[in-house]
């Protein structure tokens, strides 16, 4: 599966942003899809996962509340609704998709480009 991530840009801090992540190929729905970030000089890090059916989702603590994270299986399309944005969450994003839903990035086959999130304060 090929993923393309969109959506990143520059907000002020509290606003929000949505970014999508479009799959490719027919199988896109036996998948679970996960968000990761990677901010300069630090590692990857989890920020949100979602079961294949969406039926299941997960967030790291540091975004439970403000980031929602779905999926449009008809659409091919995965979506992390990002608000109440923080200088913090500066970092490229980047969407994966595995057969098993994880929150460790070791464990995800596939992988997006990455968009740019860029939080002012």
């Known amino acids: 599966v090929q993923l393309q991530a969109s959506g990143g840009g520059l907000v002020q801090a509290g606003g929000s942003l949505r970014l999508s992540c479009a799959a490719s190929g027919r199988t896109f729905s036996s998948y679970a899809m996960g968000w990761f970030r990677q901010a300069p000089g630090k590692e990857r890090e989890f920020v949100a996962a979602i079961s294949w059916s969406g039926g299941s989702t997960y967030y790291a603590d540091s975004v439970k509340g403000r980031f929602t994270i779905s999926r449009d299986n008809a659409k091919n399309t995965v979506y992390l609704q990002m608000n109440s944005l923080k200088p913090e969450d500066t970092a490229v994003y980047y969407c994966?998709?595995?057969?098993?839903?994880?929150?460790?990035?070791?464990?995800?086959?596939?992988w997006g480009q990455g968009t740019l999130v860029t939080v002012s304060s």
């Open positions: 994966a998709a595995d057969g098993h839903v994880a929150t460790i990035h070791l464990e995800y086959d596939y």
